[in-house]
Structures are given as structure tokens and as C-alpha cells.
């Protein structure tokens, strides 16, 4: 005795085996269809199924506390993104990128003036903390290259850093710090001193150089020279600045300083 199958809609079917067919079908997804099957000849023993169509798995986005979407059956990263803050290659049509004035360049050199300490993500935490950097003197300031940028969870601009402080255990650890100009800023200098002067800083001197990429190497000042500059120079993500008699030297703040001193 076979089966009968009755109910169902135009897509959805079940042959005499119970296998169904055309659950796929968009336009009844989530509704449940209602089938009977009748055994054989015998027309009074009837059983009832319902069957419930999937919909597709396509939850609604939803914005979660940084302004960026969510699904909600989806937990947020450690570090949320915004390609709508963060800067984009190439920048937008009017040239901005989304992040502060302040903000380092990808690639780019910064030291930390005050305390600063690394975190595994972006959500500063104390339990998170990689390493601490303390404040230090001028000339030894902890360097960092910026890697990437990240927001926290509150709207704060985190820096991505790779540790280059050679001398220090520390030297190679990658994470997170604070991108707030109190405490961190760019290694080399963005503008000319006003007096045209600046001063050698770093115990061992620094060269001249025939170069702007600074090789071939002429002359060095000692530590306390004042030296008397023509013109800021960009190269690549770093600056220098060219004498009056053509040759080069660092802008690096850890190794000059504007001004007499």
C-alpha cells in the first residue's frame, strides 16, 4: 500500500518515499506548510505533518556600541574597525582619510613622552598589559613603528605598533597603544625651527651626509653642537634637514632638538 501525500504549495512537495522537495523556495521561507498522507485504500487512517521551511541564513545587521555593524548571532572583535574612520589606499575623493590631524602615518616613527604601556587589543585592561614603558629622558624615549590603526570600544584612536627600542627585551613585541598626542608623538620633526637652529642632542653625535637618504657620510657633530639648518627635507616617512653647504642630516628628536640648548 502506498502512501498518499496531500498539502503543500506549488514548490514545496513530498514523493511517496518522504523526501521533500523545494524547501528552498524564497518566497515561502519561515512558514510552515501542513501535509496529510493517507495509508493505501483506506481513506480513515490519516496522519498530519508540518513541516517548517528554513529561511536563509542572512541576519539583519545591527550597530554595535562603535557605530559598525553586527549580525546578532555574531560576536564583535576584540578590535572593531570602521573602514569609514580607518584611512583607505587610496584616501577618499577629497584627499582625508578619517583620522585626526595628530595621527601617524602608516609606517611612520613615534615615541612615547610620558608612561605608556602595550596591550594585546585595542580595550585597553590592565590583565591585557604586554609591556610598560616609563617616561624617560629625551634621548631615550621607547620608539615605536606604527603598524595599523584600531578603535576602542569608546571612540579612542589606537596606534598598532611593532616595538624597535634594539636595546631593550622588549625589542620586536607587537600591540596596541595610545594614539593621544599627550603621550605619544612623531619621532622626527615637521617643520623648521624659527631660529634656523637646532642642537645635537645624542651622546655620540651625529654625520653629515651627501645624501637626503643619508649615505655618504662627511662630517660629524658632537653632542651640543649648535648647527645652523637651510630647509626641511621629506624622505619617504622621515625628514631631514639640509645645510647650507648641501649636505644632510636627521630631523630625529631623539637625536637633535630645535633651537640652542
Known amino acids: 500500500m ?9 514548490n514545496v512537495k513530498i514523493d511517496s518515499n518522504g523526501k521533500i522537495t523545494g524547501l528552498d523556495n524564497p518566497a515561502e521561507a519561515g512558514k510552515t506548510v501542513t501535509f496529510k498522507v493517507t495509508h493505501g485504500i483506506d481513506s480513515t487512517i490519516t496522519h498530519t505533518f508540518n513541516v517548517k521551511i528554513p529561511a536563509k541564513s542572512n541576519p539583519t545587521p545591527t550597530p554595535n556600541n562603535n557605530g559598525a555593524s553586527s549580525s546578532n548571532n555574531s560576536t564583535a572583535p576584540a578590535n572593531p574597525t570602521n573602514n569609514a574612520w580607518n584611512p583607505t589606499t587610496p584616501p577618499k575623493a577629497d584627499g582625508s582619510t578619517g583620522l585626526p590631524n595628530y595621527a601617524a602615518v602608516k609606517g611612520a616613527a613615534v615615541y612615547a613622552t610620558k608612561r605608556v604601556y602595550m596591550y594585546r ?4 585592561k590592565k590583565s591585557q598589559r604586554i609591556a610598560t614603558y ?11 613603528v606604527v603598524l595599523d590603526y584600531a578603535k576602542s570600544n ?21 600591540g596596541y597603544i595610545t594614539a593621544n598626542p599627550k603621550y605619544v608623538v612623531n619621532v622626527y620633526y615637521k617643520t623648521m625651527p624659527k631660529s634656523h637652529k637646532i642642537t645635537v642632542i645624542n651622546k655620540k653625535g651625529i654625520h653629515t651626509y651627501k ?19 637651510k630647509r626641511f627635507v621629506k ?23 630645535q633651537g640652542n640648548y
Open 2 to 10: 502506498i502512501p498518499q501525500w496531500t498539502g503543500g504549495d506549488s
Open 121 to 124: 587589543n585595542a580595550n585597553f
Open 134 to 144: 616609563p617616561k624617560a629622558k629625551r634621548v631615550n624615549r621607547p620608539m615605536f
Open 154 to 174: 569608546g571612540g579612542a584612536l589606537r596606534y598598532k605598533v611593532r616595538d624597535v627600542n634594539h636595546n631593550s627585551k622588549t625589542d620586536g613585541k607587537i
Open 211 to 229: 645624501h637626503v637618504n643619508l649615505t655618504g657620510r662627511v662630517k660629524t657633530f658632537k653632542k651640543g653642537t649648535h648647527i645652523t639648518v
Open 235 to 257: 624622505h619617504n616617512l622621515t625628514t631631514r634637514y639640509q645645510l647650507s653647504n648641501g649636505t644632510y642630516i636627521t630631523a630625529n628628536k631623539k637625536l637633535v632638538i
